[in-house]
Each structure stands twice: as C-alpha cells, then as structure tokens.
C-alpha cells in the first residue's frame, strides 16, 4: 500500500516507517524540514516537507495514500503553553484527518497513549476504564481522540486508535535513566517500587500498529497495544541488572519531598522557559500503576508482541553502549 507516516523523525515513527517499508510498503514521511529529513530521503522515502498545523502540506502529504498512520504528537517540554500542546494534539489531527479523506485515503490509525487513562486502580485495565488524564500532554492526547472520532465520522473515514504503553528499544532515551542507570549499578528509587509498570517493545507495537491499518474489523475501534508482560517496577529493576550482568545497587528515597521539590523546580523554571532538573511528572513514574490487557487487540487483531523484557532490554542496552550512552 501508499502509506504516510508522520513523525517519521522521532523514535517511534521512524521504527514504523522502516517497518512497514519492510512489509512492502510504499512509505512517505511528514517531516518538519528537509533537514530533519534528509536522513529518511538518503534511505529512499518520499518525504514531504510540512506539519500538522499547515492544511497545504497535509494535502501534499496526503496526496494517493491508502492508509495514514498519525505518529507525531508534542510530547512533554518545558515553559509551552497548553494551546501548543492543543495544536499539536488535538486540533492537528483534525486537520489531517480531512486531508486524508479529501486524498481518498481507507483509513487513519491515530496513536493516542494509555495515559489517557491515568493512574491504574484496578489493574490491568482495558480499553473501556476510565479515562482521567494527569497532565495537559494526555489531556490533549484525549481531546485529540474525541476529535478525531468527530473528523472522521463527518468526513465518512475510517479511524482506528492506538493508545500504546511505555515503548522502548533501541533509539530511545525516554528509559535511557531507568536501563543506564541500573545497567551503570547506581538507580534512584523512590517508594518502594511495588506499582506495575508496563513497556512495549517497538518492533512489536509497529506490527501492532500495521495491525490497526489492515485488518478490515478494526475500523472504529480503539486498541490497547503493549508488551506481552507486566512487572512491578522493582521486578523490572531486577530484570535490567540480570540482563546488563550488574548487582543493582538502589538508592531509596521517600516520594514526597522529592515530589514537592519537583514542583518548585517547576514553577522557578517556567516563567524563564527552562528545563526544570526534576519534575512532578518524572516522581510519578515512581507512584502510578501501569498495567494492561490487551485482549481485545489479541483477539481483534491477531496482535502478538514477540520479543520479551529480557531479549528487548538487551538489544536496548546494546544499542546504548554502541552509541556510547551508557
């Protein structure tokens, strides 16, 4: 098939582009400049030079594609004002949704996140728990599939949904403190590391995705994508020092006062647009359950995440000491 990825320079969305090109895809990529993209145009990909906020390269973008896989999206970043993160979110997706289907394209996979859902009470939660966003990036990842759900359904396209869980593997540095910190046998561990913690290794959550772009049922529908298993965050622990050959020595710390100083952290560097060196956000990651079934994506999809924590953490470390992070 033509298909159009964006975010194709990021982490994941570069993952799928390469991916679905493996299946025999015919890949274009959404690139912010042609300097981010020179390296997928050197590769072979049609790239197109555009984002989501501008309706003429949508167009371009859009122009013969069958499926569009929506990966970009404005993470977390210091100092920007919610409308930014609105922009992006939300009412870009909008925007490309109605560009896909005055293209003629079948379909558009959105890739939300389980963080609309929020801390986990009663896990594992599936599609239908409730959706309690924390902070304004998963606040506008909700607003942004409520809005697609309305594109798509005034502009007669089929949508399906992706919220993925954490993604790791090679070429991300969102772990690069939790495996590399271990992996270096010196981690900061606040509470006592007994919430659930559940990552999706990204070869696995891009066949998932290709999944949400092919099989005909999926039209519609929202899928949870995530790795076949679920550890506590000290299990998971335990697993990197395993596979990285170290004794994990583990600094404990009460959750609080670090949570109260990220805050302050916050709110000294906001005005000023600077990164703060600890926030709220990265205390959670210490006290909120993630954990999830992903049944019906098995059973709708044929979805079956191939690689385990031990082989992916090790192609993950690997990739670091190569790269000379760790």
């Not at 999830?292 to 995440?305: C, H, N, Q, S, V």
């Amino acid at each position: 098939m033509n298909v159009l990825v964006t975010g194709a320079t990021g982490f994941t969305g570069g993952h799928l582009a390469r991916r679905l090109r493996h299946h025999g895809d015919a890949v274009t990529a959404l690139v912010r400049s042609a300097e981010k993209g020179a390296a997928l145009a050197a590769d072979g990909f049609r790239v197109v030079v555009g984002d989501l906020s501008s309706p003429a390269s949508l167009a371009a973008a859009c122009a013969g594609m069958d499926v569009v896989y929506n990966i970009a999206a404005l993470y977390r970043a210091a100092g920007l004002p919610d409308a930014t993160y609105r922009a992006a979110n939300a009412s870009g997706v909008t925007l490309l949704i109605d560009a896909a289907a005055a293209a003629g394209a079948r379909r558009v996979v959105h890739c939300s996140t389980v963080g609309v859902h929020g801390d986990i009470e009663h896990p594992p939660a599936n599609e239908d728990a409730p959706l309690r966003p924390g902070d304004i990036y998963q606040v506008t990842k909700l607003e942004g599939e409520h809005m697609a759900r309305e594109a798509a359904a005034t502009a007669k396209i089929e949508l399906v949904i992706a919220r993925p869980t954490g993604i790791y593997g090679p070429g991300d540095r969102r772990l690069l403190k939790l495996f590399g910190g271990v992996a270096r046998g010196r981690f900061v561990l606040l509470g006592d590391g007994e919430i659930f913690y559940h990552l999706t290794y990204v070869d696995d959550l891009c066949d998932g995705f290709r999944l949400c772009g092919t099989v005909p049922g999926a039209a519609g529908r929202t899928y949870i994508l995530a790795g076949g298993e679920v550890t506590t965050l000290r299990e998971l622990i335990a697993i990197t020092a395993s596979v990285a050959g170290v004794r994990p020595r583990l600094l404990r710390l009460p959750v609080w006062p670090v949570w109260l100083a990220g805050a302050a952290c916050e709110a000294l560097c906001a005005p000023f647009g600077i990164e703060p060196p600890l926030y709220r956000r990265r205390v959670d990651f210490f006290t909120k359950s993630r954990a999830f079934d992903i049944t019906r994506a098995k059973t709708e999809l044929g979805f079956a995440p191939a690689v385990g924590l031990h082989d992916g953490i090790g192609r993950t470390l690997e990739w670091y000491r190569a790269h000379g992070w760790i």
